[in-house]
């Protein structure tokens, strides 16, 4: 079974300034990945995903992630952070083969992204 | 606009009653998932479904239950013997679990509080 790992609970950066969150992931072939994003009380939004091909991903908001095989890690970037990023974000990978039987999403437990004037 | 509708979005119960947690989504999608989220806990998958009439214990089932009687519904019942119900539920929907097209859409959530 896959699993993953988001090592940092919390994060405070400058608005302004860039951010790097991290992402690892256990699973025995090539995984499909995702990063959602959630704003407090509310339910989580796809931000990107990487299924093959590139190896880096731009997706909503500004957003990229590269994935590393040799590094099993799938991290999240942005250049420069807004106050409205403060947010909750989940790493998730998923299993390859079509449905009946195939592992569905894992989550992590997720990063807290704090944002200082 | 397609989307996931959860309903409601607070919900209050006494202990030692049942209450239904409403999901339905209108994105076709055959596949369909509750979540549980609790403070540093991310989340936790208590049932799924992958077709109509069929569904799946997660990994946290115990003290819940569910039913999957049309393709858009998947209406989550706490019963009386989940221990600590209190929690942010969260329900999503993808084409297909497993595989290329299980990108998974949630809806914006119920919050239940135990009295």
């Known amino acids: 079974a896959q699993s993953v790992t988001q090592p940092d609970i919390h994060i405070t950066v400058s608005e302004g300034a860039s951010l790097e969150l991290r992402c690892n992931y256990s699973y025995g072939a090539t995984p499909y990945l995702f990063w959602y994003v959630q704003s407090p009380g509310q339910g989580l939004q796809l931000l990107l995903k990487?299924?093959?091909?590139?190896?880096l991903v731009q997706g909503i908001k500004g957003f990229e992630a590269e994935f590393k095989r040799s590094q099993s890690s799938f991290n999240l970037r942005k250049p420069s952070v807004h106050w409205s990023d403060a947010a909750e974000y989940f790493c998730a990978v998923g299993a390859r083969g079509a449905g009946g039987g195939a592992d569905g999403l894992t989550f992590g437990k997720g990063t807290h992204l704090i944002i200082q004037p | 606009d397609g989307g996931i509708t959860q309903s409601p979005k607070y919900l209050f119960r006494k202990e030692g009653q049942n209450v239904t947690l409403s999901c339905e989504q209108n994105l076709n999608h055959d596949a369909m998932y509750w979540y549980r989220q609790d403070p540093g806990q991310g989340l936790r998958l208590i049932y799924y479904?992958?077709?109509?009439?069929?569904?799946q214990k997660g990994d946290i089932a115990e003290g819940y239950s569910v039913s999957r009687e049309k393709k858009e519904s998947f209406p989550l019942t706490v019963t009386s013997a989940q221990k600590n119900p209190t929690a942010f539920y969260l329900c999503?929907?993808?084409?297909?679990?497993?595989?290329?097209?299980?990108?998974?859409?949630f809806g914006p959530g119920t919050r239940l509080t135990v009295l």
């Open positions: 999503a929907s993808s084409k297909e679990r497993g595989g290329p097209t299980d990108t998974q859409y």
């Open positions: 479904s992958q077709i109509v009439n069929d569904f």
């Open positions: 990487y299924f093959s091909g590139d190896t």
